[in-house]
């Protein structure tokens, strides 16, 4: 029930915001306007993201067409009611989800990288550990400290931000239901070597 609930909040967002950018959104300046398709105005910024999604080297007339294309199938989506189907709600719901995980972990992820302190001794003590590994000398040490210490950097940024969710999980109210969990039959996939993953 809660989550037929939170499918329709949802969908009522998602609504939400395609009225107000269609229907509320400032008309664009004729300047900016590179095409209409029907009521829909394809302005500069439309068209640079266009461009932006295709091959470089495609020419104007092909990014604005493809855009074109694009519209018009949307507006027939629309027309068949697709755009109220369960299973697109349930992609977009998904998109939404894996754009805002994506939006937090680049923002902590920075923010963390920024935090992390590499100092010389952790730098020279890699070296050392990595020529101990590697058995043979390694390029000199000048060479390759400052590439050691963008990766310690990376690491322990990396660290920081799994303990940050380590951190979220133990304040969160996380309930586990270990018998639906084993009763869940996943579908095998073949890998591309030829195992089996599930």
């Given at each position: 029930m809660k989550n037929i609930f939170k499918t329709h909040i949802f969908?009522?967002?998602?609504?939400?915001?395609?009225?107000?950018?269609?229907?509320c959104?400032?008309?664009?300046?004729?300047?900016?306007?590179?095409?209409?398709?029907?009521?829909?105005?394809?302005?500069?910024?439309?068209?640079?993201?266009?461009?932006?999604?295709?091959m470089p080297c495609a020419s104007k007339e092909k990014i604005l067409q493809d855009i074109i294309a694009k519209e018009l199938l949307l507006e027939e989506a629309q027309?068949?009611?697709?755009?109220?189907?369960?299973?697109?709600?349930?992609?977009?719901?998904?998109?939404?989800?894996?754009?805002l995980t994506k939006r937090i972990i680049e923002r902590k992820g920075n923010e963390f990288l920024a935090a992390?302190?590499?100092?010389?001794?952790?730098?020279?003590?890699?070296?050392?550990?990595?020529?101990?590994?590697?058995?043979?000398?390694?390029?000199p040490y000048e060479q390759v400290s400052?590439?050691?210490?963008?990766?310690l950097r990376v690491e322990k940024a990396q660290g920081i931000l799994?303990?940050?969710?380590n951190d979220l999980e133990k304040n969160a109210n996380i309930k586990k239901y270990k018998d639906i969990l084993n009763g869940i039959e996943l579908k095998k996939t073949i890998n591309q070597e030829g195992g089996a993953d599930e």
């Amino acid at each position: 029930m809660k989550n037929i609930f939170k499918t329709h909040i949802f969908a009522a967002m998602i609504a939400i915001a395609v009225m107000v950018s269609a229907g509320c959104a400032k008309k664009p300046d004729k300047s900016q306007v590179v095409a209409q398709v029907n009521n829909y105005q394809v302005t500069i910024d439309d068209f640079k993201e266009g461009a932006r999604m295709t091959m470089p080297c495609a020419s104007k007339e092909k990014i604005l067409q493809d855009i074109i294309a694009k519209e018009l199938l949307l507006e027939e989506a629309q027309k068949m009611n697709l755009d109220k189907d369960k299973k697109f709600m349930k992609e977009i719901e998904n998109y939404w989800k894996q754009a805002l995980t994506k939006r937090i972990i680049e923002r902590k992820g920075n923010e963390f990288l920024a935090a992390a302190k590499v100092s010389d001794e952790e730098i020279k003590t890699e070296y050392k550990r990595m020529e101990q590994e590697a058995g043979a000398k390694l390029e000199p040490y000048e060479q390759v400290s400052g590439q050691l210490r963008d990766r310690l950097r990376v690491e322990k940024a990396q660290g920081i931000l799994d303990s940050w969710i380590n951190d979220l999980e133990k304040n969160a109210n996380i309930k586990k239901y270990k018998d639906i969990l084993n009763g869940i039959e996943l579908k095998k996939t073949i890998n591309q070597e030829g195992g089996a993953d599930e």
